[in-house]
């Protein structure tokens, strides 16, 4: 695939990184994990896109502009006539380039404010899709380099989500570090790094608010690879108003079924 065409069918995934999984970009993130200069420029399209969700949550939707909005589409779908018309030629998406440049006016920054409205609408936090997330750690975890505890920042969300069950506590090594995941400036989950006291068992427990997180499993527990496949493995669990996801890892040694084995027979 040539990374023209790469970059343009990519420039519209999410920015956390839940796209990663849809069946219909498997190609464009092949690429992207063979081309270390169209990753380099996805990352930074990424970034850019986190930036300015972050600046539209800042941006004060006008009073009745929803209300106008729905009640326009409302109108719109009952006088809609039902003799077929001539389809008109299909016009090529914009272009990034086009898109900076008419975000610089004016009637760009309407639009987008309209666009945004879901967003803006409350202040309820966005979910984050349960895939993506296993996904984005996953990833982080078999990188060449790993993750890297020391590289994230502290933890500084709800107290309850960082108040672990007492079985993992004393296995904790590190942390809490925090993450942000949705590109609101706020830690979403907490990271530790674990470690058994035998020391075959290492990994990464991760802890989020289950209210933040959609499409959870449905299981109390269970096992599998990330999407990538490889060496890293995940367990998944609920318990009470948390979701709990621990990863091996790999690079310190043991298999996930160590770690668990260890901490008390079982994930939960």
Known sequence: ??????RDRLE????????????????EFAHLDSC????EVYQQRQAFDR????????????????????????????????????????????????????????????????VVIPFLQDDEPQQIAFS??????????????????????????????????????VHAAAGPKGVDFDGDGAHDVAVYAVRTRSGRGAGFLVVAPLSRISQPPNDTSWIGTTPHGG????VAWKSGEKLYI??????????IQDLLREVGGSAA
């Open 1 to 6: 695939m040539k990374c023209e065409t790469a």
């Open 12 to 27: 519209v995934t999410r920015p956390d990184r839940s796209d990663r999984n849809d069946p219909d970009l498997r190609e």
């Open 36 to 39: 270390e200069m169209c990753e």
């Open 51 to 114: 930036q300015i969700a972050r600046a539209m949550r800042d941006v004060p939707t006008p009073d009745g502009l929803k209300s106008r909005i729905l009640h326009a589409l409302e109108e719109a779908g009952e006088t809609a006539p039902d003799a077929t018309v001539a389809t008109e030629p299909v016009k090529p998406a914009p272009t990034r380039r086009t898109w900076l440049k008419a975000a610089g006016s004016l009637a760009a920054a309407v639009l987008i404010a309209a």
């Open 132 to 169: 993506g997330l296993v996904s984005d750690l996953g990833d982080r975890i078999a990188s060449e380099d790993g993750l890297q505890l020391v590289t994230l920042e502290d933890y500084d969300g709800p107290a309850e989500v960082a108040d672990i069950d007492g079985r993992w506590s």
């Open 231 to 234: 060496p890293v493995q995940h």
């Open 246 to 255: 621990c990863f091996n890892n790999p690079a310190a040694g043991g298999a």
